[in-house]
């Protein structure tokens, strides 16, 4: 699909493909043992809780041995991505995770306002005037839509709590 | 952290919101009160909660603005933990119904209402016996007759939710006159009240708010009411009949007494001023008209119980929904 | 004719000033809502609804039918220009609409969903002026059999289509059924799937799946490209408008049946979203050029764009007329009306016909102010894609996590969206088709329950599916959707054979 070049470098396709069939299999098996859980026969009012999610883990756990032998099966060695083509994806997932985890501390402005400021300075490589401006403007402008206009409380942390917003 | 000027200017904004808060001994709130609404938008807890908002932001009760949420995960599970979860927060509340006893019963969160603070008892809503008035059943005694009749699992009683209080009603009619119903759950009261007119099933246990249209509109019939003593208003709902004139199901030998509470929580660890802010809040809406209408509109029973009234009824309620809930075995295997 | 006559009175009533500004500004704050990702029309209208109590009735409805007018309108726009559907119906707009955008063309593709709308909610509002009582009576003929009946002609209206290996389609799928599966089980009021987790209560929201999975996996694929990467050449003025409207009429056929899709859909009520999708697979069945229906097909954007604005127009009817909220905005709104004294249900045409009138008035005139709106602003979303894209990712981003945050005010949510995105990356990458994914996520509880709610009924027996005969043609016209392809090649063989 993408890499074309053959000494371009990266993780084969094939081994990936192998990973999410078997990630899908594992997600597949969490749902058999949540379905067991909730008991899965057929009562005197129908099916139980946990009937239909049965065998809806079943089904994914064997679509995903017939997607596995035909990932294992596969011979042609193209490449899932370039190692560099991965690096710009995790430069945004890093990022976007750490931005993700710090939410419940720190609020969604803070983190926003850095996120943002981060994203357009180093990624972009934009002056500091344009991305304060974008990076403070846009949170502003969150809070006097959701919080002022529509009322819709955001996650904020010490700072708000301190400026007593 | 921040220096000069925009740190001045910061603790300026500050000082500013601070001045504008009186500065009285009791407590007010300082920030936007949030309203917790364990059920779905557009349920009746969502509907009361919604009118409450509207009520302080007309008239202008409250300094903050208040905010509903609805957080109705888990038949209202999610909203409960999350109160529970923000001791020392005054600025959350929550509106609850029957699902305060019934859900942590019959899925085992770990949730009890002592884990909250209650404020008060703004009503309680009553539940009133309907059947589809192409149906002969003109009394309580014509509906037992033809549903001990009904060949065992025919005769269908809908409600709203599974295992909560629509289907606790259905299962003490049963233990009351000895039949078999088969309970059928669906999302919300509206819907039960459309699938009985397109005789779907054979009977509901709707709330009057939610039945009241299709009363009027000739297509359902009242045929008791689940309380003590007869609904209070007189005025004419449909065939020059009032909700006043529904008999009450104990005086047709149908012995089920069941209300729902309408109250308001605070978050754990609340204090004795933040309490009394938000009770004197409350009786400040209950005197508007606009409560009256809507009191009116869904014939509620308007009791109103705050302080130590309060909680001994939760403490009897509790009690009764754990004997009711065992009793049609209910209760969820972890308890 | 005194349907006219009322009619007439309504507009008299829907085009004084105070009402026609409440239009506009309902308009304006509806696009807005549907723009912003999870801020859906139903939350929208509920955080709005307690600034009308001071208004009288008809214009307080008037404001908020014209902001869920303008959150339909808007869903489509991030649809077409992010991959991010803004409201779980335009989900199916995202198939065609943003690979148009891509190869330059989002005017074309804002017109035309626009457009689309516009003429699936007249066509709606038609039908609630003419047949109201009509429509109604048939909507109380859906109990649980009928209703699963209904999912199960969308569902297998819309898979069967794909590309993909089946054993992808089908692993994708049931991930779908199984995420929809968790949390509370609404027949035995049972907690399931949930291990204890409390985060895990509420299950899995469509919207965060979809803003996870087509929203931020969409930027992380643009991202392998590297920061390079810039919208396409987008014409930006109005000129784009009329070029598009001269290519419209020739797609009538699927506008009308889209149409009548939608208007079922939104009256039995099953909901704008289910309508959508039915319409695109059928319309992806039916149509000359359905083989290239997902690279950008003008025609992909009209089909589930038409069928979802009739879906939730018509949603509003039986709202009316018999008290049951065809859509959760419509439940909304349900709640207005109660608490503004009106009771919805039968008696509401023949009571408050001032109100009825008015606020059927104002859907002619609020869909038309919103076309009017949209339309003029087609050239301004269209420049969005002009802006760098190291600019607007990060926006994006910000975005759909406040989206992601504020369907259920919780953290985890977010996080959730995060995962959501890289398995939609990965998924992608892989071959595995998303969108019955995202199908099975919205309607499998609901099937499910619509299902066991029947088997209730009928004390176990599935001869409930064929009992009458409403619902055994809606099945059956399930499997033949199901089995489109082969009845297609055996036909085909048929006529050889015979030649």
Redesign the interface.
Known sequence: ??ARRSDAAGPAHKA??TG?ALL?AA??II?II??L??GIN?G???????F??FY??V??VA??A??LW?ALRETDDRL??EWG??R??M???VP??I???S??FVG?YVA?II??GW??RW????RWLPTIA?ALG??II?YL???RW??????KGPIEE???? | MKHSILHVALVAVAALCASGTQTSAAWEPVRPVEFIVPAGTGGGADQMARTIQGIVTKHNLMKQPMVVINKAGGAGGEGFLDVKASSNNPHKIIITLSNLFTTPLATGIPFNWKDLTPVAMLALDEFVLWVNAEKPYNSVKDYVDAAKKAAPGTFKMGGTGSKQEDQIITVGIEKAVDTKFTYIPYKGGGEVAVQLVGNHIDSTVNNPIEAVAQWRGGKLRPLCVFDAQPMAYNEAIADGKSWHDIPTCKSQGLDMEYLMLRGIFMSPRATKDQVEYYVDLFTKVRATPEWQDFMKSGAFNTSFLTGADYTKWLETEQKRHEVLMKEAGFLSPGN | MEELANLFHGFAVALQPYNMMLMVVGIMLGVIIGVLPGLGGANGVAILLPLTFSMPPTSAIIMLSCIYWGALFGGAITSILFNIPGEPWSVATTFDGYPMAQQGKPGEALTAAFTSSFVGALFAVAMITLVAPLVASFALRFGPAEKFAVYFLAFCSFVGLSKEPPFKTIAAMMIGFALAAVGLDSITGQLRLTFGITELLNGFDFLIAVIGLFGIGEILLTMEEGLSFRGGNAKINLRVVLQTWKELPSYWVTSLRSCLIGCWMGVTPAGATPASFMSYGIAKRLARNGKNFGKGEIEGVIAPETAAHAAGTSALLPMLSLGVPGSPTAAVLLGGLLIWGLQPGPMLFVEQKEFVWGLIASMYLGNLAGLLVVLTCVPIFAAILRVPFSIIAPLILVLCAIGAYSVHNSTFDVMLMLVFGVLGYLLKKCNYPLAPLVLAIVLGDKAEEAFRQSLLGSQGSLSVFFSNGLVSTIMVLGLVALFWSAIQEGYSRLRTAVA
Do not use: C, D, H
């Open positions: 699909m993408t990936v493909e999410v899908i997600f597949g749902v949540g379905s859980k909730a057929w005197a009012e129908g099916p139980r809780a946990g239909f999610p809806i883990g089904s994914i679509a995903s017939i997607n035909s899932f991505a083509q991965l710009q994806v430069s945004v997932v976007t995770a931005y993700v985890g939410m419940p969604l926003s996120f943002i994203f357009m990624l972009g490589g934009y974008v846009m949170p969150t839509v959701f919080e529509f009322l819709v409380p955001l996650p301190w400026l007593g917003l």
